[in-house]
């Protein structure tokens, strides 16, 4: 690093100011440069998803794949995620112990479990009613566009669980604090593209 | 499930073609299948014959240390290199062959030209400057590994099962027909069932993720690995330009990863985004294509440039003039790289007005590289030149790369684009700042750090004789191409029927075989160098009288690079040194040094992930499920283990540095006249007219 003073860039973890905190600011800048291009592919999936809308080719359309409601469950359910995520990343600051830390992220994770069932469920609808990617260039768009996210999460399920078991093994080090960190800035990225999925693909799509 | 080969049979071996059905085409193709699988086999005997498996295995395969990375992307790039040679040779032929019929089949001719790109461009040009990158960011930046050392294997795993694929389909049916950019509809579903268009998708996806997360690797460790005192604008011009280049990587790969997954799933699972029917629309390939295209042509080109300016300063003695235009000329390009892709595509019916406005960023970009080209004349200027292999590289950019510079200028103009689209003036101008601008630099950085990575020099005679034969072959194989593209030859076409353009295809046909000479001349120059190698070695690290951090190692550097990592205060911080008269600097303490843990994660990722592609393209389901889980439970199960580091103790550290210094003191410099005579040990007597 190029100051030489001890510096504790990432307060949130309440890492040392030893080896740790430079190995986690180094990590967690890396993630955030991952998450920028991961960005750039939501973004890129977007804008297909725009040029796309209009191409339905007669078969189902915004108004037959919308269902507010279970779109609105969907929301609470991930927001809430990330809610219980941050209150695991205050008890990692916070509390030696990783118990409340682990209890904290067994909330998000079934939260987010409760969303990816009821989008599984809107899936399974639109599937019934003959939305599938292969009817219109519109239904492969949105497919891809809400999958990809769907993907994104039931991915971020996977991370949890071995997240978990190494906090259970290693117990909160700072390489797992580290981790954890990263998790989390994984976990609200979601999030925030849920949000345009929400506003741009559903809202937009029967305003 | 019916097959459990999905759907390859017997029939897609294309080894016997030539027996079931003799011809030049079939021959042609059947030799190729033939020369991968015994060039893989030889390379299996002779790896168990002098048992080195297991030292494959620990030296290399498992090894995190970026320089050995780096070497292997360098490898890579090699055997791809001379699969894209040859290509070249039989396109040629066939050409020189094409009026009114050719050698070839249109579809084996339209194979080839699709491969060659491909193969050029992914799996020549990308790790070409992807080992380049490994090799010098940390040496440079005065770090001992990268940001994320198991990352960066596992990148070389991607990118090495992306060009796997690519070596099997020779063997294993036929490759996509589209060219490199495979253009749907045409490679859609409809058009081409496969496996050919499967191929290229899930190389380039496999691969494109590999340099995704290489560019990623290099960006943060730029930023947050330099030495300590080593501010922005105190790092080498190299490493600006990697800088930029990783920038590139990390936000250019997604629409290419994007565009790949569509038509992935467009061929595999129906959908519609580039289909011609059911709203599928085609310009959005285009456009997410080009996103990726375009940036990527300043991906490969951005290092290059880094290399040329460590070039013209090293071997002109002089501190690089205009060293902050560089920069911005590099960041600019960077920035502008991304506001031009339309004009790729200027005859797809978009306004005049979006043309135009395409048109001239497209030109803009030419200014910074106006002022790097300046800037090394600048260089040059009143040096003390040598004239050693690298400036007979940069001489023949200078002329060459200014010429396909100024045909992207014309091309630069929508009309004039109109007229000469799709012609081979197009293929006359990529290849000229293709070749003379990428590959001569890399060909030049060979030859400057080839001596730090392996201990000794390459030979100078057979370097300047290669060096002079890749720039006639260049000339008579690509120059020509201008004036048949004026002349209206259509590219990409497999015949032609005007007799006019026989006697220039004959040129570049002649212009193919120097070319080839000259790559025949770029092994020889290895093959004498690794048999002279004592008389050629500079084991004290410093045979160019270099500048920047990597020359104040040994050669080759230890694992760990710095006893100590270097205090900076200064650009060209070895230059200050050695001007201030105290370069290698004993430290006062040796510390233990922590290195990362070999591990498997590369190899593992190339396994799955080439097994994975095949899977993708042969439709065999268990295979790609097996992949992708057996890769998943690995990663799962690597993260729940411990590895701890591997630690060199202060004392190993000592005795190796002290020893190096040893040989220092005992040696004699050697002045610039004599740097390419057999007493240049590798300890340089400083002549820097101005070097700082």
């Known amino acids: ?207 | 499930m019916d097959n459990i080969f999905g759907r390859l049979t017997w029939a897609d071996v294309t080894l016997f073609e030539v027996f079931k059905d003799p011809s030049i085409d079939t021959a042609v193709a059947s030799a190729a299948a033939w020369i991968a699988v015994l060039g893989a086999v030889a390379v299996v005997a002779l790896l168990t014959f002098t048992r080195r498996w297991g030292w494959l295995w620990r030296e290399w395969l498992t090894s995190v240390d970026h320089k050995k990375i780096g070497i292997m992307y360098m490898v890579l790039g090699f055997v791809m290199f001379a699969r894209g040679i040859f290509e070249g040779v039989v396109m040629r032929t066939h050409q020189a062959t094409a009026l009114d019929g050719g050698i070839l089949t249109p579809h084996h001719w339209a194979e080839l030209f699709s491969t060659h790109g491909t193969v050029m461009i992914f799996f020549v040009a990308m790790p070409f400057i992807t080992g380049f990158m490994n090799y010098l960011i940390p040496l440079q930046i005065g770090a001992r590994d990268m940001a994320f050392p198991m990352l960066n294997q596992i990148s070389l795993g991607l990118t090495a099962a992306g060009a796997a694929l690519v070596m099997i389909s020779l063997v294993l049916g036929v490759f996509e027909t589209g060219g490199w950019t495979a253009y749907p509809p045409f490679t859609g579903a409809a058009f081409d069932p496969g496996p050919g268009p499967d191929y290229w998708v899930w190389a380039i996806v496999i691969s494109g993720f590999g340099s995704m997360f290489s560019g990623m690797n290099f960006a943060v460790t730029i930023y947050k690995m330099r030495a300590p005192g080593m501010k922005y604008l105190h790092m080498p011009v190299f490493c600006w330009t990697a800088l930029c280049t990783s920038i590139l990587l990390t936000f250019a790969l997604p629409p290419l990863t994007v565009a790949g997954l569509m038509q992935g799933l467009d061929r595999l699972a129906g959908f519609h985004f580039f289909t011609n029917d059911l709203g599928g629309n085609m310009m959005n390939y285009a456009n997410l294509f080009w996103m990726f295209g375009h940036p990527e042509v300043y991906i490969l080109i951005l290092p290059a440039y880094g290399i040329y300016s460590e070039l013209t300063s090293t071997f002109a003695a002089k501190q690089l003039y205009g060293y902050t235009s560089l920069v911005w000329a590099t960041m600019s390009i960077a920035v502008i790289s991304f506001c031009v892709w339309l004009h790729h595509f200027f005859t797809m019916g978009q306004s005049p007005t979006i043309n135009a406005a395409f048109g001239i960023a497209t030109a803009i970009i030419a200014v910074p590289t106006g002022v790097k080209v300046y800037v090394w004349m600048a260089t040059l200027w009143r040096g003390r030149i040598r004239f050693t292999t690298p400036i007979v590289y940069m001489a023949g950019f200078f002329i060459l790369f200014t010429i396909g510079g100024f045909s992207g200028i014309i091309l630069a103009n929508p009309a004039i684009n109109y007229q000469v689209h799709n012609t081979q003036f197009i293929v006359a101008h990529f290849h000229n700042v293709l070749l003379p601008g990428m590959l001569f630099a890399i060909f030049a950085g060979i030859h400057i750090w080839f001596p730090k990575a392996f201990g000794f020099r390459l030979h100078e005679t057979w370097g300047k004789v290669t060096a002079a034969l890749w720039i006639a072959g260049f000339s008579m194989t690509f120059l020509p191409l201008y004036v048949v593209g004026l002349m209206g030859y259509p590219r990409r076409s497999s015949a032609y029927d005007n007799p006019e353009f026989v006697p220039y295809m004959i040129v570049t046909l002649l212009g193919a075989f120097v070319l080839l000479t000259a790559f025949a001349g770029l092994v020889g120059t290895f093959v004498v160098s690794i048999r002279n190698r004592r008389d050629l070695a500079v084991p004290l690290g410093d045979p160019w009288d270099g500048r920047t951090l990597e020359w104040a190692t040994p050669a080759p550097p230890p694992h760990w690079n710095f006893p100590v990592i270097p205090q900076v205060r200064a650009r060209d911080a070895f230059a200050l040194e050695k001007v201030e008269g105290r370069p290698y600097v004993v430290p006062e303490e040796y510390r233990d040094i922590h290195l990362p843990p070999s591990t498997m994660a590369g190899v593992m990722c190339f396994l799955a992930t080439t097994g994975l592609g095949f899977a993708l393209t042969w439709w065999i389901w268990w295979l790609a499920a097996l992949s992708a889980v057996s890769v998943l439970i690995w990663l799962i199960g690597h993260s729940l283990r411990d590895h701890p580091h591997v630690v060199i103790p202060a004392k190993e550290v000592h005795r190796s540095n002290q020893a190096w210094i040893e040989a220092i003191d005992l040696a004699t410099p050697v002045d610039r006249d004599h740097e390419t005579k057999r007493m240049n040990r590798g300890f340089a007597a400083t002549d820097m007219a101005e070097a700082t």
């Open chain 1, 1 to 207: 690093m190029s100051n030489a003073k001890p510096m504790n860039a990432h307060p949130g973890m309440n890492l040392g100011y030893g080896e740790g905190a430079h190995d986690a600011e180094v990590k967690v800048f890396g993630f955030w440069v991952f998450l920028m291009s991961d960005l750039v592919t939501f973004g890129l999936v977007f804008a297909i998803f725009g040029t796309m809308v209009e191409a339905t080719a007669g078969g189902p359309g915004p108004r037959e794949v919308t269902n507010l409601h279970s779109v609105a469950i969907q929301t609470a359910l991930l927001l809430g995620s990330s809610f219980a995520f941050s209150w695991a990343s205050l008890s990692m600051k916070y509390h030696e112990g990783r118990w409340r830390t682990l209890f904290y992220l067994s909330f998000a994770a079934t939260s987010a479990l409760g969303f990816l069932i009821i989008e599984f469920l809107d899936f399974r609808h639109w599937i019934e009613i003959g939305a599938v990617p292969q009817r219109s260039g519109y239904l492969s768009a949105l497919w891809a566009l809400v999958g990809l996210h769907g993907l994104h999460v039931a991915a971020g399920l996977l991370w949890v669980g071995a997240m978990t078991a190494q906090i259970l093994i290693f117990g909160l080090t700072d390489d797992i604090k580290s981790r954890v960190t990263r998790l989390g800035l994984y976990w609200h990225f979601l999030d925030i593209v849920w949000v345009g999925i929400f506003s741009m693909v559903f809202l937009a799509g029967i305003a």
